[in-house]
T-cell receptor, first 110, second 116 residues
Framework: QKEVEQNSGPLSVPEGAIASLNCTYSDRGSQSFFWYRQYSGKSPELIMFIYSNGDKEDGRFTAQLNKASQYVSLLIRDSQPSDSATYLCAVNTGGFKTIFGAGTRLFVKA | GAVVSQHPSRVICKSGTSVKIECRSLDFQATTMFWYRQFPKQSLMLMATSNEGSKATYEQGVEKDKFLINHASLTLSTLTVTSAHPEDSSFYIC????????????FGPGTRLTVT
C-alpha cells in the first residue's frame, strides 16, 4: 500500500512565526511532490511542487525534499491568519497516480 | 493560467434522479482529468482517472455504472451520478493535468451535491 502520511494537527502558530508542515511517503520511487492548500468548504489549490532534493522557495513558501529519508516539508514564513487552512501533501508515484495525504490543519493566531 | 471550472457549484436533487457535473479546463488542454469525492472533514478520495477519448479508470470500490465519466475533449470531462441516493451527498471535485510531461493537477472549485 503506497501511503502519504501527515500529522492531522491542528498546528497552531502565532502570526509572524514560521509554520513547518511535514509529510512522509512510502514509495521510494516517487518522483514528484506537491503541496496544496485547502480552505474549509473549498477545493485544493496548488501552492508548490518540487522534484529534486533540496529546497525550493516561492515567496513566503519553501518546500524541502529529502528522497533518502522519504520526507517532504513545507515552511511558511511570516505566517498570516489568512494562511489558516488545511495543507495537503501529494506524491506522484508514477504516471498520473498521485496520492494525497489526509492533510494538516494549520491555525495562525492573530 | 491553469484554471479549471466546474458546473454546477451546488445541486440538490431527489433520490433516484441523475445529476451531471461538468469540468472544464479553461486555458489549457487536459490530457488527463481526475474526479474526487470529499466527505466533511475527510481527505480527498480519488474516484476515477479519465483520459481524453478513452474509458475512465475507476478506483477500487467505485461503481463505474453509477458514476459515469465521459472525457469527450481535451477541455471537458463530465461525471454523471446515476440513481442518486442520500449517501451520495458529498463534495465532488475535478482536477486536470496539463499534459503528458507535467503531472501537476489543478482543481476545479467543486460541486456540492445534496440528495434528498
Amino acid at each position: 500500500q503506497k501511503e502519504v502520511e501527515q500529522n492531522s494537527g491542528p498546528l497552531s502558530v502565532p502570526e509572524g512565526a514560521i509554520a513547518s508542515l511535514n509529510c512522509t511517503y512510502s514509495d521510494r520511487g516517487s518522483q514528484s511532490f506537491f503541496w496544496y492548500r485547502q480552505y474549509s468548504g473549498k477545493s485544493p489549490e496548488l501552492i508548490m511542487f518540487i522534484y529534486s532534493n533540496g529546497d525550493k522557495e516561492d515567496g513566503r513558501f519553501t518546500a524541502q525534499l529529502n528522497k533518502a529519508s522519504q520526507y517532504v516539508s513545507l515552511l511558511i514564513r511570516d505566517s498570516q491568519p489568512s494562511d489558516s487552512a488545511t495543507y495537503l501533501c501529494a506524491v506522484n508515484t508514477g504516471g498520473f497516480k498521485t496520492i494525497f495525504g489526509a492533510g494538516t490543519r494549520l491555525f495562525v493566531k492573530a | 493560467g491553469a484554471v479549471v471550472s466546474q458546473h454546477p457549484s451546488r445541486v440538490i436533487c431527489k433520490s433516484g434522479t441523475s445529476v451531471k457535473i461538468e469540468c472544464r479546463s479553461l486555458d489549457f488542454q487536459a490530457t488527463t482529468m481526475f474526479w474526487y469525492r470529499q466527505f466533511p472533514k475527510q481527505s480527498l478520495m480519488l474516484m476515477a482517472t479519465s483520459n481524453e477519448g478513452s474509458k475512465a479508470t475507476y478506483e477500487q470500490g467505485v461503481e463505474k455504472d453509477k458514476f459515469l465519466i465521459n472525457h469527450a475533449s481535451l477541455t471537458l470531462s463530465t461525471l454523471t451520478v446515476t440513481s442518486a441516493h442520500p449517501e451520495d451527498s458529498s463534495f465532488y471535485i475535478c482536477s486536470a493535468s496539463p499534459g503528458q510531461v507535467r503531472d501537476d493537477q489543478y482543481f476545479g472549485p467543486g460541486t456540492r451535491l445534496t440528495v434528498t
